[in-house]
């Protein structure tokens, strides 16, 4: 499964910025979806996790309120609106794919088994 993320960009502390990730994969619903970043110098971590029908939705403590994952299984893709953006949620923001039915293993990186290349999205003060 090939993923492409899209919609990074430079953007001042306050504004709003969506980030896309797409595949031509046709079984696009068979797998939950997430949305991890990594900052320079730090580890990858956890954004958000979509279920396959958009039942469920988890988010990192540090972005709840602010960031909205969805997903469109007819263009084969998910979505993940950002606002009140901060300086500290500059980083590349990967989207990936997993097969887990486990809602509570979504936050996790090992349970994914394709990784999209990477957006950058850069905040300024």
């Known amino acids: 499964v090939q993923l492409q993320a899209s919609g990074g960009g430079l953007v001042q502390a306050g504004d709003s910025l969506r980030v896309s990730c797409a595949t031509s994969?046709?079984?696009?619903?068979?797998?939950?979806m997430g949305w991890f970043r990594q900052a320079p110098g730090k580890e990858r971590d956890f954004v958000a996790a979509i279920s396959r029908n958009d039942g469920v939705r988890l988010y990192a403590d540090s972005v709840k309120g602010r960031f909205t994952i969805s997903r469109d299984n007819a263009k084969n893709t998910v979505y993940l609106q950002m606002n009140s953006l901060k300086p500290e949620d500059t980083a590349v923001y990967f989207c990936?794919?997993?097969?887990?039915?486990?809602?509570?293993?979504?936050?996790?990186?090992?349970?994914?088994?394709?990784w999209g290349q990477g957006t950058l999205v850069t905040v300024s003060s």
């Open positions: 994969e046709r079984s696009f619903g068979v797998y939950a």
């Open positions: 990936a794919a997993t097969t887990t039915y486990i809602y509570d293993n979504y936050k996790y990186a090992r349970e994914y088994d394709y």
